[in-house]
């Protein structure tokens, strides 16, 4: 009799597994997800509805479909991430969709970052420019700053760059809120900009040449480190999406003349350095350190998210202490 008790205390006292739990596991089960639901959409509108598949209003209608489907059903009802069991309104909290305070400061700090991003991007011109031995007169300056070809009715650069704030939402509301429960706030940025680089391999699959790839899964992984440092920072989704967003709108106008004139290998190298990469990074976490240290309002929870019991409590009601690793 004694013996059955203490096997009955065994089995209760087994811990049921949990996907969020198991951080590097997590990141693969969303990256596997992603490419799930892009290979599903893909087939749904390109196979069955026969819709054409270089048509910028479908290749958005595309997008759309398979971030909606990771994020707001894959992700939350079905992987469990990035907590476990949760309400629709507790995952949009989780994940810091729902945090949009202070407004205003957090719009104006996205907004001062794009701008430091786009001045690196407009310094990687002019640095091409003088690397042909070419003048950067008033023409050129001018002929960079025009952002009208990125805008409407001539681009549809506005529309079709939406999908890219859900990569924010991906890789910095679920995957780091999931890293941030077992590792500390660096590493848990290095982790999840990892993921977020590699998961630009993806774009092998579209045709472009290994060298822009390789370059592309590079200064992704470096500015990663950036929209996750602000994330962490500030506890909101906003300023990374904004940031990353505008990013993706005008490149073509401020990098317009390198591409265009520059070999692959060369844009990807200043793309590493210029464009996306190393500087701007540097720049903008300084920046934020800076602003959020001086503008945003302090709070002991605001850098990390906050740690609530989602798991069963083992035999005699005290709660399971996570462990790091």
Same mark, same amino acid.
């Given at each position: 009799m004694k013996m059955e008790t203490q096997n009955s205390n065994i089995k209760t006292g087994?811990?049921?597994f949990w996907l969020y739990?198991?951080?590097w596991l997590s990141l693969l089960a969303v990256m596997v997800t992603s490419v799930f639901s892009i290979a599903l959409s893909g087939i749904v509108i390109f196979g069955f509805m026969g819709l054409p598949d270089n048509s910028p209003i479908?290749?958005?209608?595309?997008?759309?479909s398979y971030h909606i489907l990771t994020i707001f059903i894959l992700a939350p009802f079905v992987l469990r991430l990035p907590k476990g069991k949760r309400t629709f309104r507790q995952y949009l909290d989780d994940i810091g969709l729902s945090r949009i305070r202070p407004f205003i400061r957090l719009v104006l700090l996205a907004l001062s970052c794009y701008a430091i991003l786009a001045l690196s991007?407009?310094?990687a011109s002019f640095v091409f420019r003088l690397s042909e031995g070419l003048p950067v007169n008033g023409n050129f300056i001018r002929q960079v700053f025009n952002l009208s070809g990125d805008l409407p009715p001539g681009s549809p650069s506005l529309l079709i760059s939406i999908p890219s704030i859900f990569e924010? !939402? !991906?890789f910095r509301g679920i995957v780091l809120t999931i890293f941030l429960s077992k590792y500390s706030e660096r590493k848990s940025i290095i982790f999840s900009s990892l993921g977020f680089g590699l998961m630009h391999l993806l774009n092998l699959m579209n045709g472009r040449e290994w060298v822009w790839v390789m370059g592309q899964v590079v200064w992704a992984f470096t500015i990663g480190l950036f929209y996750g440092y602000v994330f962490v920072r500030t506890r909101s989704l906003l300023p990374p999406m904004i940031v990353h967003y505008l990013g993706n709108v005008f490149i073509g106008s401020l990098i317009g003349y390198m591409q265009t004139r520059a070999s692959i290998e060369i844009q990807a190298l200043y793309g590493v350095i210029l464009s996306f990469g190393v500087v701007p990074t540097t720049l903008m976490i300084l920046w934020t350190r800076f602003f959020s240290s001086n503008r945003l309002p302090s709070s002991d929870n605001r850098s990390r998210p906050e740690v609530e019991e989602t798991t069963p409590r083992p035999p005699g009601g005290v709660p399971r202490a996570d462990? $790091? $690793?």
């Open positions: 087994k811990r049921k739990e198991h951080p479908v290749q958005f209608a595309q997008a759309m991007q407009v310094a924010e !939402v !991906v462990t $790091g $690793g």
